[in-house]
């Protein structure tokens, strides 16, 4: 079952003088530890204790600077989708704009079916294979390189994720920078809009090269449905919200577990099916249960944006 849980006290030491793990706990006892020596929250390679280990609280994660370096070119590329920004080169390259590193990691699993599944408005469901997947000349070479870091985040997510699933995971706890998740879910839908030809808005291309910011309350929300639980299987598929206005929102699953991207704040992006169900806002993260035990926890650090007190909790089969 998937609800919501109230967190407090989220970063402890463990009952030693001089602590060997740190212990992230919510109000009514759900917690994970989380050993010194052990891989870094932040995904690096480096241990706890010499990484992101601040005493009382993980190392805040910045926000991703998606901003072309200075100076401004001054040049439109024709074939770059960002081209209204009049700051491109003069080279394109091949996008993956859903995240290269997210589809090799997705290729690579054995379950895997090796394919991804697009659902697009007002469109026929696609199935790609991973490798080829949601490729298309659609940047120029310095727009690309911008958001590259977007997609180093888009891994470390779907690595984390997937690493709940397990009953035994490798390691028990991830922080991922909230606004990161944002921009990367407007970057496929930007790319997914210029893949086929449509023209994407300028006021989502100052948004996702950090010229502007998503106010609250649009940005990220998840929906909390009653009676329902996630599989351990990877699977990916992306989809886009439109009404008789446009395009309201677009929403990413990773194995099972959804991110919707409200671009309106207007609460609208949705599926019928989840009509009476619980909407979080920016949610601070993730518990993974497995049979009523809690075996992971996925941080989402928002730094001072506004955001929710309350984390979700994830069933998993």
Known sequence: MSKLHRQSSPWLPGPHIVPEFRVVISDSGRRVRIPLDGPCVCGS???LRYCCDYGESPAPLAAAKTTPK????????PKCYALALEDCDR???????????????YALSRSASDTIRVMRPNKPDMELPSEQALQ????????????????????????????GTKVVPAYNCRVIAGKNLELWILKVLCGSFAADGIKVPVDWLRLLF???????PSGLYMQVPVNKTIESAWSVSLGAYQDDRGTSGAEVSLCGVRFILDLRGERRAHRKSDIGSMKLYRPR???FDHSGATTFYL??????????YESVVLDVL
Do not use: M
């Open 136 to 163: 298309s000349n659609i940047l120029c070479r310095r727009h690309n390189s911008a958001l590259s870091v977007l997609d180093a985040s888009a891994e470390r997510l779907f690595r984390a994720i997937h690493e």
């Open 70 to 77: 200075l100076p401004q070119t001054g040049y439109s590329h």
């Open 299 to 308: 941080w989402l650090d928002w730094g001072v944006a506004p955001a929710a």
């Open 91 to 105: 080279k394109i390259s091949r996008e993956h704009y859903f995240s290269k590193g997210l589809v090799r990691a």
């Open 210 to 216: 950090g010229y502007t910011d998503l106010a609250a």
């Open 285 to 287: 993260g993730i518990w």
């Open 45 to 47: 390679t480096r241990r």
